[in-house]
């Protein structure tokens, strides 16, 4: 037997519960009722298959289908969901499903037993308040950055001339593993799929991806058109790394540049440089109350003065934000996009990655992470900004 | 620009729409549309963010959102789904979507963009499809299953004395991904997600894990507590390997047991000799016509026979199955479980894993993938099935 919650997380538990009833209160809501994977983390602090329900009191049970033997006096073990409402006893007026992330017709299912009861979108509510971390998700979050950084510092030690991208890949891949990466990318939404991160090297920087991911990359098989695709790594051009870093539970998000030989192009070391530049720039002006597509037009501002527009978040195909929030899910909130509505609070954490597809030579620009302070950002994936040489 | 659909593909992806058309004549259903990853990779034979939209009179229109320069005749770009009725023209009656894999949100705006249609599950009908595979997809899960089995030939010269599951497991995804395993161990539903698949070893077989597979495991930390937790690899205990084999698209499943030093503990070698004689003997009934849940029952009986049923498909928590269809996904029709309804027909794919938990020892038994064919099971992954020594 195993209790649901560890002692040493139990307050950090009533932080998130309390957060998630003051929410529902807000909102009108009687309770919400958790069974995605990244939500049931959240609101316990381990995944198990089954469900959170909380109330806008704060009063949470575990119903719990499996692993078995969870203890807890707020665990309940069902086979079926259909089996709550009696242990629930007095049911919600108002109920907040998780529409946006669980499938139609487990939703259907879950609003028969909740019969009568107004459903509102409690995908929205949890998003939102995911997007503000604790000080104690900050800290998963920069012990990932820690090992993210180390993993990085091996990098160059793998690499061997006449090496594919692929082959490059999975020596970071094993790097990354060895350091305590536990492998598994989360990504929220229908719209994303990934193994691991991205290698992308020279014109292949350029293949658009289905994905909506900052870059794209051909992929080694139509199943899974995105990221290396077995290219040779050649001098002149680029070696984007974009690997992930998931070794908490929360992961960082880290992008860093690698060449053979020397970059010749102007163009590139310009971008490269731009990217970083957009960097330093967004993380002084990023403060609490500061709405995110300032950050976008800011970028997009130094990108039009420097002429670079045609390169900026790829090529042939762009994307269309320039960072994400990170965390237990790798696209969180806050979204630093055009027509974002997100405004940035203190704990935010996001991902910055203004980059650029140069024709010829491949991706340039760096991703970081940071943690939305009052004065600023505070970077937790540190590690050498410039195109570090491969040999 | 590329075709949508290469030149070699288009004879196969006929064959796939007819299959999809008729279905939906036989059913009244006058056009589905797919838009899951999955299932619009069946469609069309590549992944792209979009829709497949077909009609029971077997017209296709690829409706795609990225990447961009995708040609055919039959594709048209959009960059919101309220945009195809236009496109479409006469809108369909009935309207099958994919109500059990698409969040209930998406499948709402669809809805809406079918005002009026009546709304069926297109989920289930892809499912059934997708159980019986072409003779195209038989060769590309029969090209998985090669290097499969050419990867599994490797996993004894990788391993070192002393080293955690954790640790052989890094190895042995690496000579995964050298063989060419693309990473990405394609799942359906909301009730598993996994990293290139599992090590089990010694004590940690009899840990449960919350995620709907034959084997448990706690997992390197509570977010995604499942597989390999660390364990140092100690003679007298089995090595559960249980790998990704997902090197085109299509996934073969796989396990193969191996041990240090000798397996003292007779139950252990008895579970083991019982799991392969299971193995041969369902593949000589399983036959197109037969029911699924009768091969259930037939290795019940046979494990009943033997006294082992305490330690089967787990020991403090046990699997609801032994079989699974495997195909584009890990977790296909059909399901060989106690009350599954399946049928099997010829080129069903399907994967076996009959396996046990013996406490103090570990994990045993083997998993193979299989050709349901007219006169019995064809093996795709041939490789020893004894337990193999490490040293």
Redesign the interface.
């Known amino acids: 037997m195993a209790a649901i919650i560890p002692q040493s997380l139990e307050s950090e538990i009533n932080i998130r519960v309390s957060k998630i009833a003051e929410s529902l209160k807000k909102q009108n809501v009687d309770a919400i009722l958790l069974?995605?994977?990244a939500n049931v983390?959240y609101a316990s602090?381990?995944?198990?298959?089954?469900y959170a329900y909380i109330t806008c009191d704060g009063s949470v049970t575990y119903f719990v289908?499996?692993?078995?033997?969870l203890e807890g006096e707020n665990v309940k073990y069902i086979r079926k969901p259909e089996q709550m409402p009696e242990i629930i006893g007095k049911m919600p007026t108002t109920i907040a499903?998780e529409?946006?992330?669980?499938?139609?017709?487990?939703?259907?299912r879950l609003k028969n037993v909740f019969n009568g009861a107004t459903v509102v979108?409690g995908?929205v509510i949890m998003s939102q308040i995911r997007a503000v971390k604790t000080e104690y998700e900050i800290s998963k979050l920069k012990t990932s950055g820690i090992h993210h950084e180390t993993a990085y510092g091996n990098i160059k030690k793998v690499y061997r001339e006449g090496m594919t991208d692929?082959?490059f890949q999975?020596e970071i891949?094993?790097i990354l593993?060895?350091e305590?990466c536990?492998?598994?990318f989360?990504v929220a939404?229908?719209?994303m799929?990934?193994?691991?991160g991205s290698v992308i090297c020279g014109y292949n920087a350029d293949i658009?991806?289905?994905?909506?991911f900052a870059m794209?990359g051909g992929g080694?098989?139509?199943?899974?058109?995105g990221g290396c695709n077995g290219s040779l790594i050649r001098p002149g051009n680029t070696v984007m790394v974009d690997m992930c870093g998931n070794f908490?539970?929360y992961m960082t998000d880290m992008t860093r540049v690698f060449r053979v030989g020397s970059i010749e192009t102007p163009l590139a070391l310009k971008a490269h440089q731009l990217s970083i530049d957009i960097h330093h720039r967004i993380a002084e002006i990023a403060k609490p109350g500061v709405e995110a597509k300032m950050l976008y037009e800011t970028a997009m501002q130094m990108v039009k003065d420097a002429g670079l527009e045609d390169y900026f978040m790829g090529h042939?195909?762009k994307a269309g934000f320039i960072g994400h929030g990170v965390g237990?899910e790798i696209n969180e909130l806050p979204v630093v996009a055009p027509r974002s509505k997100d405004v940035l609070a203190e704990g935010n954490v996001i991902a910055l990655e203004p980059k650029f597809v140069i024709p010829g030579v491949g991706a340039v620009g760096i991703e970081n992470t940071y943690v939305v302070r009052q004065n600023g950002l505070e970077c937790i994936t540190n590690y050498p900004e410039e195109i570090s040489e491969l040999y």
Do not use: C, H, W
Request: charged share 25%; glycine share 14%.
């Open positions: 069974g995605s994977f983390y602090g381990r995944v198990f298959s089954g289908k499996r692993p078995v033997a499903l529409l946006g992330t669980v499938s139609y017709n487990s939703i259907e979108d995908s692929v082959e999975i891949e094993r593993r060895n305590g536990l492998g598994l989360r939404g229908d719209s799929e990934i193994y691991m658009p991806s289905p994905y909506d794209g080694l098989d139509d199943s899974i058109p908490t539970g042939k195909q237990i």
